[in-house]
């Protein structure tokens, strides 16, 4: 294992609370190459505490890359400059001895600050809590062997399925569009044969919902799927753009009956 | 005076839950929503029995930590959830799951309750695929399976490696369709930090909001803890940051019995640690046993790089102990083995890590095969260690993991304290001293899916409790004493951090509590956490206010509950004169080294009570086993 310390400027967000105005903090940081970025945070936290100053506010818990709390914008990039991973992924030795780091917040109008690093993303569930889900009561599922599914069909919904909720895709646009987020969600139910029945509405109602939230729309850049750190294809924003047409097709066919 | 009863039906084993779901009271669908249930935690078991119970119709508060229910720990669990489907037509049923289950617990569970587990298994993955979670399917369309420690038949559903966040994401759902319909109502960063119980009932909780940092008041019909393991007290463990005792703790100070603390489950295959700096210990599934060789060098510190120790020195040592389970043996017989080959100085460069090696796996199956099977494992490994498994084995090392202790719950999973149940990794009923892998998922959704629900209207019909308004003086001296300990903490000021103390927790308890226990050992821990804990309370700095986000206060408030239940996990450590499954006393072994349990004197569940000063008082479950006779449990 490599012993060199790394010498490094932070430049860090902070900001008291919603309604304060925030700016950038330096910090000059040690830290072994072998150390995670969040363990970085975590020392200069020990650090402040020690000296009884409040500690650099941000979020994580399973560090492994899949609960999706943390999220950071380092040096301009969400979750950091390494693709495909989490912020608390990121290891230490992807950086060199000297180098300036700047931290900030995941930002978008849908995900206000709370303090420092930690931002409201609480938009993602009252999106999912309209409609995304299949409604399946417990006691009254058959045999889960008896509608077989193509290997394909249900890796491509896993493939979707993979998404964390971090919403770096929703920091990374230019527009705050959710769209990457919603769409992994509405393809992973919508492929497999239990998601049928409730297909349509359920996109209806979930656009909605994105819409009111103050969510963006999705003027094609792709930056999300540059940034996603399960690698969520764009190819679900356009299954997801089918499937709302469809759905309002559908919704004018009735009314018009 | 406590009497602990089990309220374990009579009959044959494999009908006692179909005659006591017959037996238990109901409520009638029009009054369900009546009733207000409280349900605290959102992982399996609470996200589960959140969306049950509000599909009954029962009016449901569910509170969790996190900014979202996703988030719970359970997100994390990567291998799989077992179930007696025997769809590989190889022989499993449930009374094998049931039978492996009590074994791999070394005799120090439930019977009726494992077995119950068992028999609703096979529900909990219809269920799942009903919701549309993403098992692992063969060509043909249907499901997958493998096989995981402790097991010799292939019943283990998954997911890739990330069979927990599929089957969280499940659950959530399901509680958001609750959501959504208005049966559920959500709260989420709130903490609980207290329970409140009103002669001799559960009847709400306390909460501070870890926004506005307001304390704030719940009250319910009853409460229902879902809020997952302790392994955290070892500072250093697989768990993630914010998993807790807080909430069971503070439950069992109000009069909840505390079962089995010193169960805890060291597991064998994670990363071993690289530095002082470090935050938390990376799991590497189990299911990587199916494939993978463990091995050391014949050699005491053999400072050779792993490729370039030939065959002939290389030690397989679990093949070579246990031939009939090999590297599939359970993890807590692994966890050891690997522990005393690296004492003997033959682990990694003859430090504390064994190799983990798909070199030969690869050459029978093809790369391509490890990819589909471990692809994101492998490369999770490389991101962090910066090795490439495909081409030098992974070294891995022992790490605090799941702990098999928790509340007491009777048959019903309620606790001593009426009203107050408790599900999931949070109770202490059915892996006994060691649980199987893929075994805690199952029981998280077994308890909320399939049992909660029936066994929660029994208690609302037969016990009638009833809502008590949170202007209740009770209600207000919780409040009062939440609030007095947060001054309290803030106003210390001292020369600590709280990582800072609770790292030496966790070297107290990894080196006197973990792998290997003696008397000795013990008795000095206790005194050492006695003496910590004082020093907390006089040296801690927690800066800042209570008034607004404060992640050091919220650590500080877990760790006081871990400075406690140390103590206590060392109490019950040195009463328990035997060696059984996760809990090996160095004074209790066999020549060979096995664990000697003591079946005569200790088949019994150790049920703590909380007294004044930190002293507590044993009560005992008897353990009978009617169907699996206790033997040696041997995997050689
Ligand atoms: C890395 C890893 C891999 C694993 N892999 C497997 C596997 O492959 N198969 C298997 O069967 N098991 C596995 N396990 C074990 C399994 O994941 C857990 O035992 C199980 O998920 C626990 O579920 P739970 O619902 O009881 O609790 P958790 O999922 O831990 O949920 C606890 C909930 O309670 C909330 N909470 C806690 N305290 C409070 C409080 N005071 N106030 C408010 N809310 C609170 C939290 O916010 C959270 O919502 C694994 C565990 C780990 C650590
Ligand atoms: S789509 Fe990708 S970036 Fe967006 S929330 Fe999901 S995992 Fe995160
Ligand atoms: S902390 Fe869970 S994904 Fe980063």
Redesign the pocket.
């Known amino acids: 294992m490599e012993t060199k310390i790394l010498k490094l400027k932070l430049k860090i967000w902070r900001q008291k609370n919603a309604n304060s105005v925030g700016s950038f903090v330096d910090y000059d940081v040690s830290v072994s190459p072998d150390a995670s970025f969040l363990e970085m945070l975590d020392e200069l936290n020990n650090k402040l505490e020690s000296q009884g100053l409040e500690p650099v506010v941000f979020e994580s818990d399973c560090r ?1 890359g899949i609960c999706g709390t943390c999220g950071l914008v380092i040096n301009g990039q969400p979750h950091g400059p390494i693709p495909r991973i989490a912020t608390c992924q990121l290891h230490m030795r992807n950086f060199k001895d000297g180098d300036t780091i700047w931290i900030e917040p995941f930002r978008a109008k849908a995900f206000p600050v709370i303090k420092d690093l930690m931002v409201d993303r609480s938009g993602f569930d009252k999106i999912l809590q309209a409609g995304g889900y299949i409604s399946a009561n417990v006691g009254g599922a058959q045999d889960a062997n008896m509608i077989p599914i193509p290997k394909d069909v249900a890796s491509e919904a896993f493939d979707a399925a993979a998404c964390i909720g971090c919403g770096a895709c929703v920091a990374a646009c230019k527009n705050a569009s959710a769209m990457l987020f919603v769409s992994a969600k509405i393809s992973h139910l919508g492929l497999l044969p239990q998601g049928q029945p409730e297909r349509y509405r359920r996109v209806d109602r979930m656009i909605k919902v994105m819409d009111e939230l103050g969510f963006g729309s999705c003027t094609n850049t792709y930056a999300c799927e540059a940034e996603c750190p399960k690698g969520i294809s764009v190819k679900f924003i356009a299954r997801m753009n089918r499937d709302y047409i469809a759905a309002k097709l559908k919704s004018k066919t009735l009314e018009q009956v | 005076m406590i009497k602990l009863e089990s309220k374990v039906p009579s009959g044959n084993i494999s009908e006692k839950w179909t005659n006591h779901k017959f037996n238990l009271k109901l409520i009638n669908p029009a009054n369900k929503r009546k009733y207000t249930i409280i349900v ?8 589960s029995a959140s969306a049950t119970l509000g599909e009954l119709g029962y009016n449901v508060l569910t ?4 900014d979202s ?1 996703r ?12 179930a007696a489907k025997n769809y590989q037509n190889d022989g499993d049923s449930v009374y094998r799951l049931f039978y492996d289950t009590v074994k791999g617990g070394d005799f120090r569970a439930r019977e009726a309750n494992v077995y119950r587990l068992a028999e609703v298994s096979g529900n909990i993955i219809d269920q799942c695929v009903s919701q549309g979670v993403p098992f692992a399917r063969e060509y043909g369309g249907l499901l997958d399976n493998r096989s995981f420690g402790g097991a010799q038949v292939s019943r283990t559903f998954y997911a890739r490696g990330q ?2 966040q599929q089957l ?1 994401i499940g659950a959530v759902a399901s509680m958001n369709r609750q959501i959504d319909l208005g049966t559920v109502k959500l709260f989420t960063r ?4 207290d329970l409140v119980v009103i002669d001799g009932q559960a009847k709400g909780i306390v ?1 501070r909001n870890l926004v506005t940092g307001e304390i704030e008041k719940y009250s319910a019909h009853a409460v229902v803890l ?4 302790y ?1 955290n007290v070892f500072f250093l ?4 940051m ?3 005792t ?2 069971i703790w503070r439950s069992h100070k109000r009069g909840a019995l505390f079962a089995n603390p010193c169960f805890t489950q060291i597991h064998p295959t994670c990363l071993p640690l690289h530095g002082e700096s470090q935050s938390k210990l990376t ?1 590497m ?2 299911s990587l046993r199916n494939d993978g060789r463990v091995w050391v060098s014949k050699i005491k510190n053999d400072m050779r790089q792993p490729n370039d120790i030939p065959e002939e020195e290389r030690d397989y040592y679990l093949e070579r102990k246990y031939p009939s389970f090999g590297n599939l043996s359970p993890r807590d017989i692994s966890s050891r083995a690997a522990k005393e080959v690296c004492d003997e100085g033959r682990g990694v460069l003859g430090g504390e890590a064994v190799y983990l090696d798909f070199r030969d796996a690869i050459k029978r199956l093809g790369r391509n095969v490890i990819e589909e099977r471990y692809g994101n494992l492998f490369e999770i490994y490389e991101t962090i260690t910066g090795d490439n498994p495909y081409q030098v084995p992974m070294k891995i090392y022992p790490a605090p ?2 702990t098999m202790g928790g509340l007491w719950v009777d048959y019903n999973l309620m606790s001593n304290l009426p009203g107050l149940f408790v ?4 109770n202490f009923s059915d892996h006994g001293a060691n649980r199987l ?6 029981q ?1 959704l077994a308890d909320g899916y399939f049992i909660i629900p029936y066994t929660m209207g029994d208690y609302l019909a037969s016990y009638k409790p009833t809502l008590v308004d949170t202007s209740h003086p009770e209600f207000e001296k919780v409040k009062n004493e939440v609030q007095e300990t947060t001054k309290k903490l803030l106003s210390i000021k001292g020369k600590r951090t709280v990582d800072d103390i609770h790292k030496q927790l966790g070297r107290i308890m990894w080196d006197k509590v973990g792998m290997a226990r003696n008397e000795k050992g013990l008795k000095e821990a206790i005194s050492q956490i006695r003496n910590l804990r004082e020093e907390f309370w006089t040296s801690v700095n927690v800066p800042g206010s209570g008034d607004d986000v404060n992640q050091t206060l919220e650590r500080a408030g877990r760790l006081i509950d871990y400075l406690e239940l140390g103590e206590l996990m060392a109490i019950d450590a040195l009463n328990r004169n035997e060696s059984c499954g996760g809990h090996f006393r160095e004074e209790y072994q066999y020549e060979d080294g096995e664990a000697k349990r003591d079946d005569e004197n200790y088949s019994y569940v150790a049920a703590w009570e909380f007294k004044e000063n930190f002293n507590w008082e044993l009560h005992k479950e008897n353990l009978v086993f009617e169907y699996v006779k206790p033997a040696v449990r041997s995997y050689k």
Not at chain 2, 40 to 47: D, I, K, Q, R, S
Not at chain 2, 423 to 426: D, K, M, N, R, Y
């Open positions: 492994e | 605290v935690g959102t992982g399996l078991a609470g996200a509170f969790t930590f996190h229910a988030r719970a720990h359970s997100i994390a669990a990567q291998g799989g959830i077992n069979t927990g969280l709130r903490e609980m930090l909460v879902a809020t997952g393991g392994s463990s697989t768990n993630a914010n998993c807790n807080t909430a799991l599934s189990e993991h799941y599900l999931g990794e949070a892998g893929a075994s805690a998922l199952m998280g």
